[in-house]
């Protein structure tokens, strides 16, 4: 049995508030800037409209800390996925670190991108 | 006595790799699980088109023809739908996940699952609302 530890713990916290931010706005910004917009069903915002909302100091916070979350979100479920399809027990660890360290990797990403 | 019995603490029974594919749920279970990797997709063409609205307007319009190749486009249907399984597996589940109680009797599971669903709507109609409000 894998041993329980609060780092366990707090990654599933993590793994629980992305699941959550990620659920509530992640299909509506998919469907409008990957589907629609690119069909031509809806016209894509103007260039000067997007730029306003992204200087909004509190929506790029929301933003970087959805997309954090739901890259931990990612990382705790793809780490599992792996574990259990492949079942490479001897590279658990390495997986582990992987999977936790390209989420933080794109989550310092985000912060870059949203705040440059 | 000292004849140790096996330790059965250690025991694994052997499990074949394709064991997702034997049932219907068990196919359901992983198709859900996976949908973790389409929130990463999305999280990282969100952030291609913020990085391109901040390259000026023409790095958004490169975006924008980005975005609109086949490959992508079908990419993102594709990762649409397993991001929309993802939020509804996700909502319907939460009544197992959250307990209320409230005058010392249980919350019924589905007024939970229909508040996490009306979360959603209202966070879905704001999002369009700020994104398509510059018109």
């Known amino acids: ?116 | 006595m000292s004849t140790e019995p096996t330790d059965l603490r250690l025991y694994r029974p052997p499990i074949r790799r394709t064991w997702w594919l034997h049932r219907r749920s068990y196919l359901m279970f992983v198709l859900r699980e996976v949908s973790c990797v389409f929130v990463a997709w999305a999280v990282v063409f969100l952030l291609l088109m913020i990085n391109a609205v901040h390259a000026g307007d023409d790095g958004y319009q490169r975006f924008l023809a980005f975005s609109g190749r086949p490959w992508v486009l079908v990419l993102n249907i594709v990762a649409l739908a397993f991001v929309l399984l993802h939020a509804i597996t996700w909502f319907n589940l939460a009544p197992k996940a959250i307990v209320l109680t409230a005058r010392g009797r249980r919350l019924a599971p589905r007024a939970v699952a229909a508040a996490h669903f009306g979360a959603w709507l209202v966070a879905t109609v704001v999002v369009g609302w700020i994104v398509l409000g510059g018109r």
């Open chain 1, 1 to 116: 049995m894998a041993r329980r530890s609060s780092s366990e713990a707090i990654a599933w916290l993590l793994f629980s508030a992305g699941g959550m931010a990620s659920a509530l706005l992640i299909p509506v910004l998919l469907l409008l800037f990957g589907v629609l917009f690119p069909l031509g069903w809806l016209a894509p915002p103007a260039y000067a409209h997007l730029l306003s909302v992204l200087s909004n100091p509190f929506l790029r916070i929301l933003l970087l800390l959805l997309f954090a979350l739901s890259l931990a979100h990612w990382a705790h479920r793809f780490r599992h996925v792996l574990n259990d399809l492949l079942q490479l027990d001897r590279l658990r660890t390495a997986i582990g670190v992987l999977c936790y360290g390209a989420a933080a990797a794109g989550s310092i990403w985000a912060a870059v991108v949203l705040f440059q």
